[in-house]
């Protein structure tokens, strides 16, 4: 059970991003009051979570709809995230964890920004549900691990709401460089978790026999 956890901690706080949310979502909410930017936040979060546990609970029926297997989704899931882990190594930015440029300059513009973008893509973008639906995927329907899973996306969603919270305070702490060291640190994790996935994906096949 603990295993299950750390993976999905893990996970969850590379794809969800906490730290950067919390620094965009400073940045585009300087004009706003702290009243605003506290009911943002908490809007946001909300919005973040409920779309997320709804990949969780119904995202492996909706594979199952589709016809697709859990080896092609812990592959493809892999594959995903390992692009995602290569981003936060080499400090880059995708639309699979945070806005495009044409997403962030429509975002300036709004005034309030708890659905678009704080809600999604920057909380619950493609990375964070594809992780959502793969991991809860690989439970194999047992209960206690399910709930460990879910138990952990609502602990990072949580870190998540407090460092939105206190977003203009935490830019002023870390600044860019302590931001890219923890970005950093999570991605090398999170490229170790996505050649695992693809290793059991491709084993879990069956097109390719490993020895032992």
């Given at each position: 059970m603990l295993e299950i956890a750390a993976i999905?901690?893990?996970t969850f706080f590379a794809t969800v991003a906490p730290v950067d949310s919390a620094i965009m979502f400073a940045a585009l909410t300087t004009e706003n009051t702290p009243a605003e930017r506290k009911s943002m936040a908490?809007?946001?979060v909300s919005i973040a979570t409920g779309l997320l546990l709804l990949f969780a609970l119904f995202g492996e029926a909706l594979l199952t709809r589709l016809g697709i297997s859990l080896a092609a989704l812990t592959t493809a899931g892999g594959i995903l995230l390992l692009l995602m882990g290569i981003d936060l190594v080499f400090a880059r930015s995708s639309g699979a964890m945070s806005t495009t440029r044409a997403e962030s300059i429509e975002a300036e513009?709004?005034?309030?920004?708890?659905?678009f973008?704080?809600?999604t893509p920057l909380l619950a973008g493609p990375g964070t549900m594809g992780a959502v639906i793969l991991i809860t995927a690989n439970t194999h329907g047992d209960i206690?691990?399910?709930t460990t899973v879910v138990a952990m996306l609502l602990l990072v969603m949580a870190i998540s709401l407090v460092l939105l919270?206190?977003?203009?305070k935490l830019e002023k702490v870390l600044g860019v460089t302590g931001m890219r060291v923890i970005n950093r640190v999570f991605g090398v994790l999170l490229c170790s978790l996505a050649v695992q996935f693809?290793?059991?994906?491709?084993?879990?096949s069956g097109l390719v026999q490993f020895p032992g």
């Open positions: 999905a901690f893990t908490i809007r946001g513009d709004r005034q309030d920004i708890s659905v973008p704080l809600a206690k691990q399910i919270l206190v977003a203009g693809i290793f059991n994906g491709i084993h879990n």
